[in-house]
């Protein structure tokens, strides 16, 4: 799959990148910021990971804009799954700090449609 990664840890965003390459997935760009994100929305990605909290707020946006464009997405957040706004608390969810398993079928159940974003 392609995948997107929105993460502002650039320690995270490199495990999450090698991880997700190790496994035959394409990384199409790895951002750090809200306006990044925004602006690679069209880019003809499969999925995508999001960090809730990131530069410039929070992800819920994009996330919903994702949503829109019925692009799958996976939260990969430190945050609560409560602390997601009502619209997206169907989303995928992967806890940080994260296994690489439990990521890794996060990814395998949106390429099969089992997972709701």
């Known amino acids: 799959m392609r995948i997107l990664i ?5 320690w995270i965003a490199t495990d999450l990148q090698a991880i997700l390459e190790s496994d035959g997935h394409e990384i199409v760009d790895s951002l750090s910021s809200l306006d990044e994100a925004y602006r690679h929305l069209d880019d003809g990605f ?5 960090d809730i909290d990131v530069i410039g707020g929070k992800s819920f946006g994009v996330a919903e804009a994702l949503a829109e464009r019925r692009i799958p997405f996976v939260f990969v957040s430190a945050s609560q799954p409560s602390d997601l706004p009502q619209t997206l608390r169907q989303a995928a969810f992967v806890a940080k700090p994260f296994e690489e398993r439990t990521l890794l079928e996060s990814v395998d159940h949106l390429s099969l449609g089992r997972l709701p974003c």
Do not use: T
């Not at 929105?6 to 650039?10: I, Q």
């Not at 499969?46 to 999001?50: E, H, I, S, V």
């Open 46 to 50: 499969d999925c995508a990971l999001l």
């Open 6 to 10: 929105l993460e502002d840890d650039p």
